[in-house]
């Protein structure tokens, strides 16, 4: 092998890949729902928008449309990040953040560029399930995994172009440089030939923590990019013992439904996972958000067909493990805009504009809202 | 050598702001993780018709504040799209918008006869 190719295909723990998979969709989930959601109420106004790229300008997206794109996507992305993910839906989960932010300029948060980067990594991820990535023994297992050395040297890449800016305006930059060489080298440390880097690995994570506790970023980068780095630079047991440990119950639970065996097609699985994927959308009646019940809808027809044949054919109890996260994502989506300011923010933020644009009957509904749902 | 083409992909469009016209565009460059605070800008703007009568257009009325702060920035592409907007009324010959912000921005028109893509800048005055 050239070390090229060593580099890019060599071995690591496949814990990180995993952790790191559901770590992102579940945040994001709640990004979306906490930080995007509540400034939906700018969207449409007036009919004008410009957006990032030149193809969607003739495109006006209403907020009903960006509040069901946020809600479609942070439902699908929780839901994979509570059960085994599946290629197609965290296409999905790209395709509607990416479309989320890149609609309109009134979305130019920084981050959520790099976020549509690392989804499209998360693309070619091993789809792995707990029992695949934390063995019963105590030896992590290995493989190698391209998109997870991607996604450590796109990162990386973002690093070294703060450093690289920071240093033409003549400012510190020594900093984000050892953030963007921590990256570069960290995807190696798991590999058996380089048991000195498997030492010195863990140190580095000192730089993206510090880096981000203390240089000002918008939004929740700095959960992001900690907690990144954490399950980027941790030591290869820390993180095995951490995953089983976490990952314990839902292992507990998938192999005892092995065990009792449901070895042929049982009817009532299809016909309950059929009336959980209709059920499930029900719950964001309760949001009271424009959009998001089509949203939540969209994403059951989503998770139908990611489940696709699985749903038919599969002997055991998949399907509805699958319906199960994503009963969960649509609870998560409700409980978290009920008992947050989101909702009221949304309606809020509109209620102010519409007032200052003089348009009476949007600011009384924004306003009769706002006022329901007042913290 | 998809990794490839991915990998030289982010290496070059943060280098497309070196060539971007728009200094206050810096989107995917990752200039800043923390967007500086946007000079503030008094904005005014006017249409004028065929017949030849002036209107004064009030920007705050039609388009949200976070759009008027991007028109108040200079932001190229939401002032031409704002412009063009305004050109969709019927009988507008030309609409100009004009910025005259504190910092070095100074005051800078914005011009654009309709029919037209793209607004013609001109700046009025500098503070320096």
Redesign the interface.
């Known amino acids: 092998m050239k070390p090229l190719e060593r580099y890019w295909f060599g071995d690591v723990a496949l814990a990180r890949p995993y952790l790191v998979l559901r770590f992102v969709l579940g945040l994001l989930a709640f990004d979306t729902w906490l930080n995007m959601m509540p400034h939906g109420s700018k969207y449409g106004v007036g009919a004008f928008n410009v957006a990032h790229f030149p193809w969607f300008d003739t495109f006006v997206p209403s907020s009903a449309f960006y509040l069901g794109v946020l809600a479609f996507t942070g439902v699908l992305a929780l839901s994979q990040a509570l059960y085994r993910p599946h290629r197609i839906a965290i296409v999905l989960i790209a395709a509607g953040y990416t479309l989320g932010w890149s609609c309109s300029l009134l979305d130019s948060v920084p981050y959520h560029y790099l976020l549509s980067l690392y989804l499209l990594c998360f693309v070619f991820f091993p789809m792995l399930s707990a029992r695949a990535a934390f063995s019963r023994s105590d030896r992590a297992p290995r493989g190698s995994v391209a998109a997870y050395v991607l996604f450590c040297v796109t990162t990386a890449i973002m690093y070294f172009y703060v450093a690289a800016w920071s240093a033409a305006e003549g400012q510190s930059y020594w900093l984000p440089m050892a953030c963007c060489v921590a990256y570069l080298i960290a995807s190696m440390q798991d590999r058996a030939e380089l048991p000195a880097l498997r030492m010195a690995a863990p140190l580095l994570a000192a730089a993206p923590v510090a880096f981000h506790l203390l240089a000002p970023q918008q939004g929740w980068l700095p959960i992001y990019m900690i907690g990144i780095a954490l399950v980027v630079f941790a030591p290869t047991q820390w993180l095995h013992s951490f995953g089983r440990t976490l990952t314990r119950p839902a292992r507990r639970l998938v192999e005892e439904r092995s065990e009792g065996g449901i070895d042929e097609r049982a009817s009532q699985v299809f016909y309950l996972s059929l009336l959980g994927l209709v059920v499930a959308p029900m719950v964001s009646m309760f949001v009271d958000m424009p959009g998001v019940k089509t949203g939540c809808t969209l994403t059951a027809i989503a998770m139908l067909f990611v489940m696709g044949r699985q749903l038919y054919f599969t002997p055991r109890w998949r399907p509805l493990w699958r319906v199960a996260s994503l009963f969960g994502g649509c609870l998560a989506l409700w409980i978290t805009v009920t008992a947050s300011n989101a909702r009221f923010d949304y309606y809020h933020e509109g209620a102010v504009d519409a007032d200052r644009r003089g348009d009476d009957d949007a600011a009384m509904m924004f306003r009769e809202k706002a006022d329901r749902y007042a913290p | 050598m998809l990794?490839a083409a991915?990998?030289a992909l982010?290496?070059l469009i943060?280098l497309t702001y070196l060539t971007r016209e728009d200094a206050a565009d810096?989107?995917?460059?990752?200039?800043?993780?923390?967007?500086p605070a946007a000079p503030s800008c008094e904005t005014s703007a006017s249409l004028e018709r065929f017949d030849g009568q002036s209107e004064a257009i009030s920007v705050?009325?039609?388009?949200?504040?976070?759009?008027v702060d991007?028109v108040g920035q200079g932001?190229r592409?939401?002032v031409d799209?704002?412009l063009r907007?305004q050109c969709e009324a019927e009988g507008v010959m030309q609409v100009e918008l004009v910025n005259r912000c504190d910092g070095e921005r100074g005051t800078r028109a914005y011009n654009l006869r309709c029919g037209g893509e793209r607004a013609h800048e001109t700046v009025r005055t500098a503070t320096r």
């Open positions: 990794i991915f990998v982010q290496f943060p810096e989107r995917f460059t990752w200039r800043s993780l923390d967007p705050e009325k039609l388009i949200h504040q976070d759009w991007y932001r592409a939401v799209a704002f907007k």
